[in-house]
């Protein structure tokens, strides 16, 4: 099975690095690097130390719905590619473990299938998600904070 590592869409990218706001209304805010635990939800990478990044919150659903949840994220305040989907992303591999949830094609939580897994086990258990037939999308969220990382397809 082939996985897809879905980053945030190009547009949203643009439109928040431009005048847009975030999911409650506000314009991001704009800080610089420390060079750790900064992981650009665009391209799936850390923003190096000393560059700009946006801090902001993100919704990660097409609506409004009791399980859209919102976080903050970080996004590259600059333009930054976006991440190519066929390889595990590099912001995954800062972290010892990932919180996997499973939705369904209605973008609900299919119940049963959140869990913390190491990040050496996060592909199997992606996968092994990704094989129900309940579970049309998998979500990678931080263990310590349920900040959203990226989407993770079937390719």
Known sequence: ??????????????RLRGSGLDAYGNHPE???????GVPCRHC????????????LAYRPFTS?????????????ADECPA???????????????YLLRGYGS????????GGVVGVESLTERAEELLARADV????VRSAKYNCYQCRIEIS
């Open 136 to 139: 049309a999308y998998v979500h």
């Open 64 to 76: 409004v719905q009791a399980y859209a949840e919102t976080g903050p994220i970080f996004l590259h």
């Open 106 to 113: 209605d973008d609900r939580i299919v119940y049963g299938t």
């Open 44 to 55: 799936l990478s850390n923003v190096d130390r000393g560059k700009p990044y946006l801090v």
């Open 1 to 14: 099975m082939a996985l897809r590592y879905i980053p945030m869409p190009d547009d949203d990218a643009e």
């Open 30 to 36: 704009q800080r610089i690097s420390d060079g750790a």
């Open 83 to 97: 991440h190519d989907g066929q390889s595990l992303p590099p912001i995954l591999a800062s972290s010892k473990e």
